[in-house]
């Protein structure tokens, strides 16, 4: 036979048990439209990731008190829950700045502090995140773009500049340059407002200021350190030095330390990592229901041969080959794979543009166009493998009947 007699006597099976084979092609259709959702979303969320970090300066260090494997990693801030060893009382001061100019390659250095507070804009309040910094440097080490307005120089005292979601979306009126807020009783001129993306809800002021306004913040007490390399190739030479120095002048060792350094290469890596498993659990999760369908598909196809034993005796009474009665079976079940794939893939499709929708913009790209070709072919493989994997046995068992058993069968 053909291929094309194999393909026309396939399908004349899968047309003539209409409910039988859609409801197997279902099962097919969830599998696959779960596994090619869950990987477009994994790889939408890995490229916004990235797109986030290229955005990064990555020549910045950032040091942290306390002290766990998964915070210096990921450069977790004071206060978050990393697991493992951490000193609690552990700060850094200014002494920790000092020891930090003997270090080499550093083109800037400053601590900075944070915290939330109250902020009131026209009888109307909101508790939001105040950075404060060394308003000297911080221009020449953040990648903060100011859409208007400037961003924070020297000379600058009670000022600040304002995240894109402050100015525009978080009080009835939106917060131009040059108004005023009032944080703890303090009056604040906004001068400058931060592109979309740019720290969004933050709020960035000159670290003197900020210690007044913060109630929990003290003098030449900081949250956190920067330190700026002057290259991205002596960023891991960088860090070691530090972590030297620091350690040397803490009086602490590797097994009480209380610091944490993070660059975002460290932080890239980890969190890819994190992402990449995290994306494996949820599509294993997902290819239980291509099980579930390749079951159905074994289902069918072994119920197809049983109710065609006589047609199969006739053909082969008249002729037909072994392999004849195998491709035909294979074709049906490959067949059933094949309009499972493409239907799984259109609710992909469907899933994915709706997913925004539903709240969960959890990326700033658009999750709706990352079903790419790749996706696409991947996604429709896998659905022709499960069914023709699911019609070996029933077809092999098709193949082997004997003419005359298979005409006399009832």
């Known amino acids: 036979m053909r291929y094309k007699t194999y393909l026309k006597l396939a399908a004349n099976i899968l047309f003539h048990s209409k409910i039988r084979s859609w409801l197997t092609i279902i099962g097919i259709v969830i599998g696959v439209g779960s596994v090619v959702t869950i990987l477009a979303i994994s790889d939408s969320m890995e490229e916004d990731m990235e797109s986030r970090f290229a955005d990064m300066d990555m020549t910045s260090l950032t040091i942290t008190p306390g002290y766990t494997k998964a915070s210096s990693a990921m450069g977790m801030r004071p206060g978050d829950s990393g697991g493992g060893s951490s000193a609690d009382d552990a700060e850094l001061t200014d002494k920790d700045v000092m020891a930090l100019k003997l270090v080499g390659n550093v083109d800037y250095l400053y601590g900075q502090i944070s915290g939330k507070e109250d902020v009131y804009y026209l009888g109307e309040s909101a508790d939001l995140s105040i ?41 009835d009126q939106p917060i131009s340059l040059n108004q005023v807020i009032s944080i703890n009783g303090q009056s604040v001129r906004v001068v400058g407002i931060l592109e979309s993306g740019d720290n969004d809800n933050g709020i960035i002021m000159p670290i003197d200021a900020a210690v007044e306004i913060i109630e929990d913040a003290e003098d030449d007490v900081f949250d956190s350190i920067i330190v700026k390399v002057d290259d991205i190739d002596n960023v891991d030479t960088v860090r070691e030095d530090v972590e030297e120095k620091l350690m040397i002048s803490r009086h602490v060792t590797e097994s009480d330390r209380d610091f944490s350094v993070s660059d975002p290469e460290a932080q890239l890596e980890s969190a890819t990592e994190m992402m990449d498993s995290m994306s494996l659990f949820l599509a294993a999760i997902a290819g239980v229901s291509l099980v579930v369908g390749s079951v159905g598909i074994a289902n069918t196809m072994f119920t197809s041969v049983m109710e065609r034993t006589r047609d199969i005796g006739t ?65 429709i493989s896998i659905a022709i493998c499960v069914g023709i994997i699911s019609g070996v046995v029933p077809a092999y068992n098709a193949s082997k009947m004997k003419p005359v058993d298979a005409l006399r069968y009832e």
């Open 131 to 171: 950075t404060g910094v060394d308003s000297q440097v911080w221009q020449y080490t953040t990648s903060y773009t100011a859409a208007s307005g400037r961003l924070l120089e020297a000379s600058d005292n009670y000022v600040a500049v304002i995240g894109d979601r402050i100015a525009n979306d978080m009080f």
């Open 315 to 379: 053909m082969k009474a008249i002729g037909a080959k072994n392999r004849d009665i195998l491709m035909i079976f294979l074709f049906n079940s490959a067949m059933v794979g094949v309009v499972g794939g493409v239907l799984g893939i259109l609710l992909s499709l469907v899933l994915t543009s709706m997913l925004p929708s539903l709240g969960l913009s959890i990326m700033r790209s658009s999750m709706g166009s990352t079903l790419s070709p790749e996706l696409i072919a991947i996604g």
